[in-house]
């Protein structure tokens, strides 16, 4: 079959840069991956970009196609090339770039480092037995260690775009498969960490992260875990957590969002009263509720009920599904609402190759 890219050239040295069309005859089982290959070999062998494992596993060829991050070597290119598409293929986001597909990862490895991503156990020598982790403590980090570092998070992440600073979500998410891990004895020291300027509350809650990932191990949710665990080990100074928690409280006493009590609350005392002016001129038009009597919802007992549900909830939340399912079957699918998150063709497999069927994942 014939596939044909648009491919964004990109020479950081010289600073040109253009948009080139390139068609190759190429297998109908070939991922975007094996086209890069075939461009290289049989057309330009100046193209650029990154590769390894060809299974995704290496976690290299994160590149963006049509302006989302993709793994090349998870991405088939049948029904693309048959419905005559032509996607555009270009570096990933968020780190710059040294040639054509190819980014400097330095800034996503020193991100890495600064979560100190390794095991923190508390001796130095387990001793003269092993140390034995059931497979119920090993669930809690199940997804985080699914990671390969291909960057396609940090690619799409919102937060990281207006602060280059945010430790964002592939630090944060391995931050929390230390944090989740039974041996580990550094996660007080770690959650402070975490919770300081442009760590885990500056996060968006976009969800991009948790869209893009090739590998199911879902950033924000690891994000939100950290969030969890910072504020039931007393480290909820920072605003974010602040605001964080009046929502609890709101949802807990009046089953509405309180927000006529959200600045002070989250803010404190002194910056509510530099405030007071635009809050006069929101109050004037209508636009905030009286704070007295509080507005409680008629249905209150559901809202109080859903917090003693999660209450009792450990630090795996329900079998460590912590949100965003619901929001992520949004964006794959468009009626899934009944579709269970983990079970069978949860995540979408790759393109079928013509008379073969299904190709397992
Ligand atoms: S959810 Fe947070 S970490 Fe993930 S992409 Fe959005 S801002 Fe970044
Ligand atoms: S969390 Fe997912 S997208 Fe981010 S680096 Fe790890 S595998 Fe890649
Ligand atoms: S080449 Fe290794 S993940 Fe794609």
Redesign the pocket.
């Known amino acids: 079959m014939d596939v044909a890219l648009k491919i964004w050239r990109y020479d950081a040295v010289s600073g040109e840069k253009a948009l080139r069309e390139y068609e190759v005859d190429a297998p109908e089982w070939v991922t975007l991956l094996d086209v890069l290959d075939l461009i290289k070999d049989k057309v330009d062998g100046t193209l650029a970009y990154r590769k390894s494992c060809r299974m995704m596993i290496c976690g290299s060829c994160g590149m963006r196609m049509d302006g989302a991050a993709v793994l090349a070597c998870k991405t088939r290119m049948y029904e693309i090339a048959q419905s005559g598409h032509v996607p555009v293929i270009s570096a990933m986001g968020n780190l710059p770039i040294v040639k054509d597909l190819v980014v400097d990862m330095e800034p996503f490895w020193g991100k890495i480092h600064a979560v100190k991503p390794y095991l923190d156990p508390g001796y130095v020598d387990p001793g003269e037995k092993e140390y034995v982790v059931s497979q119920e403590q090993v669930d809690v980090i199940h997804k985080e260690s699914l990671c390969i570092m291909c960057g396609c998070?940090v690619s799409?992440?919102?937060?990281?775009e207006a602060d280059p600073d945010?430790l964002?979500?592939a630090a944060?998410a391995k931050g929390m498969r230390f944090v989740g891990d039974a041996r580990d004895r550094a996660t007080t020291e770690r959650l402070q960490s975490y919770s300081e300027e442009h760590g885990i509350w500056d996060?968006?809650?976009?969800?991009?992260?948790?869209e893009r990932c090739p590998k199911g191990v879902d950033?924000?949710d690891a994000?939100a875990k950290l969030g969890a665990e910072a504020m039931s080990h007393g480290i909820d100074h920072d605003m974010g957590a602040k605001h964080a928690k009046w929502f609890v409280t709101s949802a807990k006493t009046t089953g509405w969002l309180r927000e006529t009590e959200l600045v002070p609350k989250t803010q404190g005392v002194v910056s509510s009263i530099k405030e007071m002016g635009f809050a006069m001129n929101l109050l004037r038009r209508g636009k905030v509720p009286p704070p007295v009597p509080p507005h409680v919802a008629k249905d209150v007992g559901e809202a109080r009920a859903l917090y003693d549900i999660v209450k009792t909830q450990g630090r795996d939340g329900a079998d460590g599904i912590v949100q965003v399912e619901k929001p992520l079957m949004h964006l794959e699918f468009d009626n899934a609402e009944e579709r269970d998150p983990y079970g069978e063709g949860s995540f979408p497999p790759p393109k079928p190759i013509p008379g073969e069927g299904e190709v397992a994942q």
């Open positions: 998070c799409e992440c919102n937060s990281m945010f964002g979500p944060l996060c968006t809650r976009c969800y991009f992260c948790q950033p924000r994000i």
